[in-house]
């Protein structure tokens, strides 16, 4: 079945940068887009951004522009979201989900806990 | 601050009807898709419904979602304890050119 992978949770200090995986089984790569969305404790849903796992193309919020990187190995069948400069707003829980640009996240991976803490 | 407004919470007994509301603007909502998701507690968001109306494989039909002008609906009927959970509604935002989230609002079964 189609599954979104991701890996374990993160502790990391102000400042420092974390990078979180995302593996995709179940379906062809390349052929769908994967958003990133983050959900601090108690609080709505946040668009990160997108990447296009075909061709490679990017797109972010412009409240993370500066500081989100997200990169993908097809070979791997996996996607990569690095966020740097860390600070302690970004604890989070951080989804990949499956989904074109404009349209429905239809898959979602279980989430990354990234704790930001000294 | 979310740039969709939902309700904050939403409750009813078994088996009655609960109607969620998400208000946006012809920048989002007016000129796109709405999709709306179900998060249980501790679990990831799950796909509810998608292209205003449309209900994945697998959704019953219990759960239902409309669109008019710059606000979008979810209907839940036959209300049970499983229900219990956050929703959310998303669409894209052509002028933040961003995908944007509603506020949430969170069912509870009385």
């Known amino acids: 079945q189609v599954q979104l992978v991701q890996s374990g949770a993160e502790v990391q200090k102000p400042g420092a940068s974390v990078k979180v995986s995302c593996k995709a089984s179940?379906?062809?790569?390349?052929?769908?887009?994967l958003h990133w969305v983050r959900q601090a404790p108690g609080q709505s849903l946040e668009w990160m951004g997108w990447i296009n796992a075909g061709n490679g193309n990017t797109k972010f919020s412009q409240m993370f522009q500066d500081r989100v990187t997200i990169t993908r190995d097809t070979s791997a069948s996996t996607a990569y979201m690095e966020l740097s400069s860390l600070r302690s707003e970004d604890t989070a829980m951080y989804y990949c989900?499956?989904?074109?640009?404009?349209?429905?996240?239809?898959?979602w991976g279980k989430g990354t806990t990234v704790t930001v803490s000294s | 601050q979310s740039v969709l407004t939902q309700p904050p919470s939403v409750s009813a007994a078994p088996g009655q009807k609960v109607i969620i509301s998400c208000s946006g603007s012809s920048s989002n909502i007016g000129n796109n898709y709405v999709f709306w998701y179900q998060q249980l507690p501790g679990a990831a968001p799950k796909l509810l419904i998608y292209e205003n109306n449309k209900r994945p494989s697998g959704i019953p039909d219990r759960f239902s979602g409309s669109k008019s002008g710059t606000s979008a609906t979810l209907g839940i009927t036959g209300l049970q304890t499983g229900d219990e959970a956050d929703y959310y509604c998303?669409?894209?935002?052509?002028?933040?050119?961003?995908?944007?989230f509603g506020s949430g609002t969170q069912v509870t079964v009385l």
């Open positions: 998303g669409t894209w935002d052509s002028s933040l050119s961003a995908y944007v």
């Open positions: 179940g379906y062809t790569f390349t052929t769908y887009a």
């Open positions: 989900a499956r989904g074109n640009l404009r349209s429905q996240m239809d898959v």
